[in-house]
T-cell receptor
């Protein structure tokens, strides 16, 4: 089973709202990722967690706040977003962060619209 | 800098064969991945190459030449459902994926 789940599938929020995206995997993977993808562009890496610790933050604005409560869950807390933050937010997981051949498996994504 | 090039768009006929090329220049190399992505959906893993040569998986094959910084994805017996974007991604020396912009493949009946 290579399933990564994400909720919600769609989210519409105003610029003053606070919301959270959730991601879950039960494959025993120890690395989890958040990507942002705009239409017709490849995914852009935002954050990487390895063994529940933040390993990589790709200079993402503080209005995006990741959290890894345990090895199966990854959240992305959103606050005071801008309309240009509207995108598909993808969660992915892999066995290890620096395992060489470790494939990243993606969840179905959350389509976020900021009004 | 790091760079991955692949054609923006390709068109092929149902039942035919198509080859999608990818060239790369990255700081380090820990493997090359191909993903398929249907519009509005998540990328789905297709193949991984780290050694030179051809990896075959059903209708899909992927080839790698590290000395040339070159890979291709070969799709045989094309079906309409193969209409999608195909993303080439290289894992660099920091084990981060560097993504190409993707090739949109259009299949015509």
């Amino acid at each position: 089973d290579t399933e990564v789940t994400q909720t919600p599938k769609h989210l519409v929020m105003g610029m003053t709202n606070k919301k959270s995206l959730k991601c879950e995997q039960h494959m025993g993977h120890r690395a989890m990722y958040w990507y942002k993808q705009k239409a017709k562009k490849p995914p852009e890496l935002m954050f990487v967690y390895s063994y529940e610790k933040l390993s990589i933050n790709e200079s993402v604005p503080s209005r995006f706040s990741p959290e890894c409560p345990n090895s199966s869950l990854l959240n992305l807390h959103l606050h005071a977003l801008q309309p240009e933050d509207s995108a598909l937010y993808l969660c992915a997981s892999s066995q290890e962060l620096a395992g060489g051949a470790d494939t990243q498996y993606f969840g179905p994504g959350t389509r976020l619209t900021v009004l | 800098g790091q760079n991955i090039d692949q054609p923006t768009e390709m068109t092929a006929t149902e039942g035919a064969i198509v080859q999608i090329n990818c060239t790369y220049q990255t700081s380090g190399f820990n493997g090359l991945f191909w993903y398929q992505q249907h519009a509005g959906e998540a990328p789905t893993f297709l193949s991984y190459n780290v050694l030179d040569g051809l990896e075959e998986k059903g209708r899909f094959s992927s080839f790698l030449s590290r000395s040339k910084g070159y890979s291709y994805l070969l799709l045989k017996e094309l079906q309409m459902k193969d209409s999608a974007s195909y993303l080439c991604a290289v894992m660099d020396s920091n084990y981060q994926l560097i993504w190409g912009a993707g090739t949109k493949l259009i299949i015509k009946p």
